[in-house]
């Protein structure tokens, strides 16, 4: 894995698609990846932007033949990532954030062990609540719905190497990057970046 891979995961009403566009704005260097999803498109999404939209039909061939390096079900959907997508950005040498739930964490996790894994918490349990409130004129129950939805996701948050909690955007977004640029300077990838150097330091004098 010549660049450094970087899985972002949080529940809804966490803040993460902020978070994750604001470092991606910061960082030149950084791609994120455009999913595969079966699920429409929101309004204002568009085809091959904040995904590519496709039929259950294609998803399943793709995900059979071998076309995913992690897929996941999440809320009646599915959601994949192109392997040939992050085949060519590690080609390219690039550095890459995936913005995957906690099942494609954990896969990711096992094909790419020195992947980094990092967790989105909301400010705390009653800010969920008020922001999954303010998201439209949902019923109660919908909302319990999702609340539970999102606990159940946060209770993978000890799967996660790194743990962000999101009380204030641009503190968060200093802590992703931070996380980043860590991954960045880890042995591996340094020695990766600079061989020379190290083959270097690796002769005898
Ligand atoms: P939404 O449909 O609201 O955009 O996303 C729903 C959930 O699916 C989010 O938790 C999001 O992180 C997750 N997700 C989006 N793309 C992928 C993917 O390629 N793989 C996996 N495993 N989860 C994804």
Redesign the pocket.
């Known amino acids: 894995m010549p660049g450094t891979l970087i899985t972002v ?1 949080a529940p ?1 009403g966490a803040g993460k698609t902020t978070l994750v566009h604001e470092l991606l704005r910061r960082d030149a260097n950084l791609r994120l990846s455009v ?1 595969y ?1 079966t ?1 429409a498109p929101r309004e204002g999404e568009k085809d091959g932007r904040e995904y590519h939209f496709i039929e259950t039909g294609r998803f399943l061939e793709m995900r059979d033949t071998g076309g995913f390096v ?3 079900e ?2 009646g ?1 599915y ?3 192109s392997r040939d997508w992050l085949t060519e950005q590690f080609g390219k040498g690039l550095d890459t954030l995936l ?3 906690w ?2 964490a954990r896969q990711v996790r096992e094909a790419f062990p020195e992947s980094v894994g990092v967790f989105v918490l909301p400010p705390s349990l009653s800010e969920l609540e008020n922001r999954l409130r303010k998201r439209g004129t949902d019923s109660e129950e919908t909302i319990a719905r999702r609340l539970q939805a999102a606990l159940g996701e946060m209770r993978h948050v000890q799967e996660f190497a790194y743990v962000i909690i999101n009380n204030c955007l641009p503190d968060a977004v200093t802590e992703l990057a931070t996380i980043v640029q860590a991954a960045r300077l880890r042995y591996a990838n340094q020695h990766k970046r600079h061989p020379h150097y190290f083959s270097f330091l690796a002769q005898d004098c």
Do not use: M
Request: net charge negative; aromatic share 10%; hydrophobic share 20%.
């Open positions: 995961t809804s999913s999803t699920r992690e897929w996941a999440v809320h959907n959601y994949g990532t913005e995957i739930d099942q494609g």
